[in-house]
């Protein structure tokens, strides 16, 4: 071998060897390469899609890729990525959804990595939702992981914009819930959005934002959606009304709702439609609730007409004294004192309309004997300021009678004593 | 002994009887003016009669100042009567003084020999304002508080020495309840105390050189000041506490909310009617003029024109030869017209 050729042979191998280590220096520094990404990025229309919506996906922020639920081999290019071989799943069926994701949701042993809280449930609750039912009766048209959580991307529950975030909940449920066109099949009315909207809790939650009040998945559960149930539904309600809930197991109608098939709070107050409820509910006359079931002229009927009554005299006491105190209060007397009063006549009041749900006088009796006490002693007190009042004014015209008095005495001694000096 | 031989050996009471007696009082047509002094005087009284009984109940704490005010007015027998009457009778006497100020001025009352009365006049002026000014503090109500923080500022504006009064006045950086009760000693001991020094030399001079005729007004003769004038003065007092009554009774004054130095300053912000003037001046100022403030400016114009205000005996030479220079008459004419026309501005402005 010639000296020229053992150098070129030197030089050859030192380029090469270079570029290994160049390659292998870049090859350690990047992350594996991702043929998925590579290709439907520019694939165009439906096949781009998933690529896009990833950036806001819970999944790739924790640092899960396209194959972490298509399988398949990413190392490889074109149609040789989607690899059987390698677990290559494409677009899963409605039917698979569920335990394509329970794949990992399902093993608490995966879960607790990414976040050793997060409930691993849902397919079992899923399971047992109606749901659940029927997709495994194969109904391929309800609901399944991704018809309310979304897909590329799946947003956690805390994003704001996660169609399953608390706020918007109700409008999720509604895009099925309220198209006739999907319910009609199932005999399922599609009212209940429109209804709840207008209710006190769909007020608090969509108009008020407050994120305590219940939205659809409170009262039906959300991976296990059922509709409560007769037998269940006071349950549901009792989850934030308990001390409500404990004054109704005292009454009469527990025992009777519980014969009759009655759901308890949704006999009086409704489901979808429960709206604020005021005194007007209860009573002998309509619109009080008590007239659909109690019959005129019964005793039922006569105590609701009585309980009604109770609450009637204390809000009558409060506005008496509230009146009387306004008129002592623009005349400029002090009775901020009688604030107390009338504040426990409130809350006496608050106190007796919730005893309205033991359906009896007895415990009803006690907190408007209270509220009337407290207000009559507001009364009292802004009929004391008025006499005060009164008292003031007659006062004030007795020093200006005696200040009278004493002004034109002093007026003609002066005149006397001037007509003594300039006579 | 008689009685008023045993009383005269020990207070030789009749060389004041002997001087009462044979004192006069010059009558002209302007001689009501006499009567703003005894006005002033007459509310001053009522002040102190008033305020020794609300001291009773006052408590002069951020905690209890409040509610004791409230409880004077809602618990206290006739506590409502006591108040309203120091509040009325406190801005009465506010209107008596510049009654008592103008009357003085434009009859030239401060001539020789009257320029000891005028200066303890003018110390009164200042300590009635300040009365006031403390006065307002003591219910530690909404505004009460913050008119004070807007008060204190301005005076953080003289030139000088307004960063070091501002934490002097407040006794501390901002509005606290050591403000309430450095006010309340001040309001209740240091001004009664000087008061009754200044006011005893004022009404002293006043008896030793008699009433002031104005320059240039001709006498129509006298009358005695024993019982004559002396009557009509309390015959004009009764008819003040009539009307202070009436004030009281049918006018009170409410409380209003208690202070909450955390709560953001009310709308409508604005100083009682008598400080209303100079705030608003100093509100119509440009921010800067040249490279000063306009507020200092306008501060120290006002600290000028009141020291200007208090040496016009000693510039005014024309007076004790009993002439009228039209300088003065003009000046008193301006100023009057411009602390009206401030005031009404202050009172129509959208605060």
Redesign the interface.
């Given at each position: 071998m010639s000296p020229v050729l053992v150098r070129r042979g030197v030089f050859l191998a030192g380029g090469v060897a270079l570029f290994i280590l160049v390659l292998a220096g870049r090859a350690a520094a990047a992350p594996p390469p991702d043929s998925c990404v590579g290709c439907h990025e520019n694939l165009g229309d439906r096949l781009s899609k998933p690529v896009a919506g990833m950036k806001d996906d819970a999944h790739a922020k924790r640092g899960l890729s396209c194959a972490s639920c298509h399988g398949g081999n990413p190392a490889r290019f074109g149609m040789d990525a989607h690899d059987r071989a390698a677990g290559f799943v494409g677009v899963p069926s409605p039917k698979q959804t569920p335990q394509f994701c329970a794949r990992c949701h399902s093993r608490p042993e995966v879960m607790r990595r990414f976040n050793p809280k997060v409930p691993v449930d849902q397919l079992a609750r899923f399971l047992t939702s109606v749901h659940g039912k029927r997709l495994a009766a194969g109904d391929p048209n309800v609901a399944t992981c991704t018809s309310c959580h979304g897909v590329h991307p799946v947003r956690g529950v805390a994003d704001a914009a996660s169609p399953v975030f608390a706020t918007n909940v109700p409008q999720m449920c509604a895009r099925c819930h309220a198209d006739p066109a999907r319910m009609g099949r199932y005999g399922i009315s599609t009212t209940q959005f429109a209804q709840y909207k207008e209710s006190v809790h769909g007020q608090a939650l969509l108009d008020r934002g407050n994120r305590q009040a219940p939205g659809c998945n409170d009262c039906h559960d959300n991976h296990g959606a059922v509709p409560p149930g007769v037998t269940s539904v006071a349950n549901v309600c009792a989850q934030c009304h308990s001390a409500t809930r404990d004054l109704f197991v005292r009454s009469p109608h527990k025992a009777a709702f519980d014969v009759l098939g009655e759901g308890e709070c949704t006999t009086c107050h409704g489901t979808h439609n429960i709206v604020f409820p005021t005194d007007a509910l209860i009573g002998a006359e309509k619109p009080a609730v008590c007239v659909r079931c109690h019959p005129a002229g019964s005793s039922g009927l006569a105590a609701a007409g009585e309980i009604r009554l109770r609450l009637e005299r204390v809000k009558t006491a409060i506005t008496g004294a509230e009146t009387i105190l306004a008129r002592a209060a623009r005349?400029?007397m002090?009775?901020?004192?009688t604030e107390l009063d009338l504040n426990e006549a409130r809350t006496q009041l608050i106190i007796a309309r919730a005893a309205t749900h033991t359906a009896g006088l007895p415990a009803v009796d006690p907190p408007t004997q209270a509220g009337l006490a407290a207000a009559g002693r507001a009364l009292a007190a802004g009929q004391a300021a008025i006499a005060e009042l009164a008292f003031?004014?007659r006062?004030?015209i007795v020093?200006?009678a005696v200040?009278?008095f004493?002004?034109v005495a002093?007026?003609l001694?002066?005149r006397e004593?001037?007509a003594r000096?300039h006579p | 002994m008689s009685v008023r031989g045993w009383l005269e050996e020990r207070v030789r009471y009749q060389g004041v009887e002997t001087f009462l007696r044979h004192k006069e009082v010059p009558r002209h047509r302007f001689a009501a003016t006499y009567y703003t002094g005894g006005i002033t005087l007459f509310f001053f009284l009522v002040q102190v009669l008033t305020g020794l009984l609300l001291l009773m109940y006052y408590r002069p704490t951020a905690d209890a100042a409040f509610e004791s005010v409230?409880l004077i007015?809602?618990k206290v027998r006739f506590g409502?009567?006591v108040r309203a009457v120091h509040i009325w009778s406190a801005n009465l006497m506010v209107l008596g003084v510049f009654l008592h100020l103008g009357a003085t001025y434009f009859g030239k009352a401060y001539r020789r020999p009257r320029e000891i009365t005028w200066l303890t006049g003018g110390g009164l002026l200042v300590i009635t304002l300040a009365f006031g000014f403390t006065g307002y503090l003591l219910p530690w109500n909404t505004l009460a508080y913050f008119a004070t923080q807007v008060g204190t500022e301005i005076a953080g504006d003289v030139p000088l020495i307004g960063r070091g009064l501002l934490v002097l006045l407040r006794g501390g950086e901002n509005v606290t309840e050591a403000t309430l009760s450095r006010f309340f000693g001040i309001h209740v001991a240091i001004l009664p105390a000087v008061t009754t020094l200044l006011l005893g030399l004022h009404l002293l001079l006043v008896q030793v050189h008699g009433m002031s005729r104005p320059v240039a007004v001709p006498e129509t003769g006298s009358?005695?000041f024993y019982?004559?004038f002396i009557?009509?003065d309390?015959?004009v007092w009764?008819?003040l506490?009539?009307g202070v009554?009436?004030l009281a009774?049918?006018v009170?004054w409410?409380?209003g909310e208690k202070a909450d130095p955390l709560a953001p300053a009310p709308p409508g912000l604005k100083p009682e009617w008598y400080f209303l003037f100079m705030y608003q001046a100093l509100r119509m100022l440009p921010a800067r003029v040249l490279w000063v403030e306009g507020e200092m400016i306008g501060v120290l114009a006002f600290v000028l024109a009141g020291t200007l205000l208090i040496l016009v005996p000693f510039l005014d030479v024309w007076a004790k030869r009993e002439r009228r220079h039209h300088l003065f008459t003009v000046a008193g004419v301006v100023a009057v017209l411009f602390v009206i026309a401030m005031t009404v501005l202050g009172l129509r402005m959208e605060f």
């Open positions: 005349a400029g002090d009775v901020s004192e003031r004014r006062g004030l020093a200006l200040i009278g004493v002004a002093l007026w001694k002066i004593l001037e000096t | 409230r007015m809602a409502w009567l009358e005695p019982p004559h009557m009509r309390v015959l009764v008819v506490l009539g009554a009436v009774t049918l009170p409410e409380l």
